[in-house]
Every structure is written in structure tokens, then in C-alpha cells.
């Protein structure tokens, strides 16, 4: 082991502990005793180990790109994220792999500060590795209920709850959800949409992506006699808009459309203007940064934190109050 090269996993490794124990003992951080903290400065000193200066603190960020639209709703989340962990002196290294075996391998070859995950969660045995290393763990637009876990989320049922509700409250009384229900975030606005229905006394009618055929959404106005849609993101209300346009439907006299996460690209393109959910998720990387400095500056590490926030209903054209006038779709 030459000495320039010599690390605190190194260090951890002859002394037969974790590294964020001699990390703790060579920052002079409670949590350690006496004697195990002057065996691992005595070891560091033997080896020559040099501390790593502060520009050297790593971050792993986990981040699955091949599963998550790059809108602008992610791209001013991760803003916050690069410029809190570059205030914190932090060096971020991102992978965009789910593969577990490579933030594992990630994690055994880096001196880790803490390891992010946004919009997906660790599997069990990396969640045990970053506790043995009492590596801080974050999960961004991912509730954890371990108490290990700190995670920041935007409360999607409640999002979906007030998205159905202003339907109903405009008068609408037939509402579809259109989108998928397996995944986290749909799944939750899911509930939300059916939670509002169960309280008006009506029952929740899902259309999954097959709707946007054409032939298939006029038969499904035409059954179903539809007068409102929340759409589980704006891309899909957008695509909505536009088929209801080609086939002569008119919003929101005919039917009313809220979409979900407020994507200015999106909402400020419609016609007419879509009403939307204002997703938080710079709101939530804000608090996750917040509870790393702690992390990152305290002695002792802060308790986990659960952070929901709660989004913005932005009220547009797309969802006026159904007029007296308006025909029914036939």
C-alpha cells in the first residue's frame, strides 16, 4: 500500500470497522470511543494517510434515464441538486444504471459522502451496505418508510385528489383517468382521482394509453358519455387536446382536461391553456440538500428526515365550469 494512495476505506479495512467510523474518529465526530478512535489516528499516521480535502467529497447519484422523461419539472430539480452539492463542495457522480451491481461496485471503490436516488429507490442489499457505512441515503420523488431512509416527496395522492375535485367542483360528473396505475407516482394520483369520485358517489373510469387511437377515443366519449379528464402527466393531456380537436370535440364546453406536473412547454402551448398540477420537485431537492449540509457539517448525524410537500393546482382554460349550452358528444 504506498502512502499517497492510502484511503479511509484502507484505514478501515486494517482496523476492521466501517468507513464512516474512521471517518467519524479522524474528524474528531461523536460516536466512537476513546480507544478505537486513537487506534484508527494511530494508523492513519503510520500509513501517511492524508486527508482528502473538500473539494473531494463524492456523491453518488442514481438516476434511471432510460425510464424517466427529461422534462423541465426533472431538469429544475436536478439544477438544485448540482448547485447545493457544489455549494457543499461536493463532487457528484451519477450513473444512470439500475443495475445494483454497479452502485455496488460504485460504492466499494468510492469514499462516499452520502448516495442520492432520484425517482427510484435502492434494492434491500444496498440499503444494508450504505447502513454498515453509514453512508447517508436520500430518496428524491420516492417515499421510504425505513427509518434509515431520508426521503422528500411531492404528495401525488393529494395532487390527484385536487386535480378530480376541481372537475367535480366545475360540474363535471363523468371523469376518466387516463394513464398507467403500476408505478409509483400514477399509482398514487390513481388513488387520489378515486378517493374525490368515492366522496362525490361516483365510480373512478380508467382509459390506459390505448385511448389516443383515434377510433378508440371517440368510442369511448360515445359510451361512456365523458364530460371531464385528468391525464396522469401533460404529455398525455397534450395528446388528448389534440385528437379531441381533430375529431371536433370542444374544451372545455364538450369535455374539460387537467393534466399533471405543469410543464411549461406543455401548458403554455395548449389550446386552450391547460390547467395542471404543479409538481414540487425542486421544492423536494431543496430539502434534500438542506438535510445533507446537516449531514455533512454536524458531528452528529441528524435523524432521518420525511419530507411531502404538497403541489399547486394551476387553474387554466382547459377546465371552465361545464356551460348550460354545451351538447353532449354523439
Known amino acids: ?22 471517518s467519524r474518529a479522524l474528524n474528531d465526530k461523536e460516536g466512537v470511543g476513546e480507544e478505537l478512535r486513537n487506534r484508527i489516528k494511530a494508523i492513519a499516521k503510520e500509513y501517511g494517510y492524508v486527508p482528502r480535502r473538500q473539494i473531494q467529497r463524492e456523491v453518488m447519484l442514481v438516476w434511471p434515464l432510460t425510464h424517466t422523461p427529461v422534462t423541465s419539472s426533472y431538469i429544475r430539480g436536478l439544477e438544485v441538486l448540482q448547485r447545493g452539492l457544489n455549494d457543499n463542495q461536493c463532487v457528484m457522480l451519477s ?38 457505512s453509514q453512508i447517508p441515503l436520500v430518496l428524491i420523488h420516492w417515499e421510504s418508510s425505513h427509518p434509515y431512509v431520508a426521503s422528500f416527496v411531492s404528495d401525488d395522492f393529494n395532487g390527484g385528489y385536487m386535480a378530480t375535485k376541481h372537475l367535480l367542483d366545475e360540474g363535471r360528473r363523468k371523469v376518466a383517468f387516463v394513464g398507467p396505475i403500476k408505478d409509483y407516482s400514477p399509482r398514487l394520483r390513481w388513488e387520489g382521482f378515486c378517493q374525490a369520485l368515492g366522496e362525490a358517489g361516483l365510480e373512478p373510469l380508467r382509459w390506459d394509453d390505448t385511448v389516443l387511437r383515434p377510433q378508440e377515443l371517440v ?29 371536433g370535440i370542444t374544451i372545455p364546453d364538450n369535455i374539460a382536461v387537467v ?42 448525524p441528524p435523524r432521518p428526515m420525511k419530507v411531502k410537500i404538497m403541489p399547486e393546482l394551476v387553474i387554466r382554460d382547459s377546465s371552465r365550469a361545464k356551460r348550460e349550452s354545451s351538447s353532449v358528444i354523439s
Open 95 to 132: 450513473t444512470y444504471k439500475l443495475d445494483p451491481q454497479s452502485q455496488i461496485r460504485i460504492m466499494r471503490n468510492r469514499d462516499l459522502a452520502a448516495v442520492i436516488y432520484f425517482c427510484c429507490a435502492p434494492e434491500q442489499r444496498i440499503l444494508q451496505m450504505a447502513m454498515r
Open 259 to 300: 393534466g399533471y406536473n405543469d410543464v411549461a412547454s406543455v401548458v403554455e402551448k395548449t389550446v386552450p391553456p391547460l390547467t395542471s398540477v404543479y409538481w414540487p420537485i425542486d421544492q423536494a431537492c431543496a430539502w434534500a440538500i438542506e438535510y445533507l449540509d446537516q449531514c455533512f457539517n454536524r458531528k452528529v
Open 219 to 247: 368510442e369511448q366519449l360515445r359510451e361512456n358519455g365523458v364530460d371531464g379528464v385528468f391525464a396522469w402527466h401533460d404529455h398525455t393531456a397534450q395528446l388528448l387536446m389534440e385528437a379531441f380537436a381533430f375529431h
Open 1 to 22: 500500500m504506498e502512502n499517497s494512495r492510502v484511503t479511509i476505506r484502507d484505514i478501515a479495512r486494517l482496523v476492521g470497522t466501517s468507513t464512516g467510523t474512521v
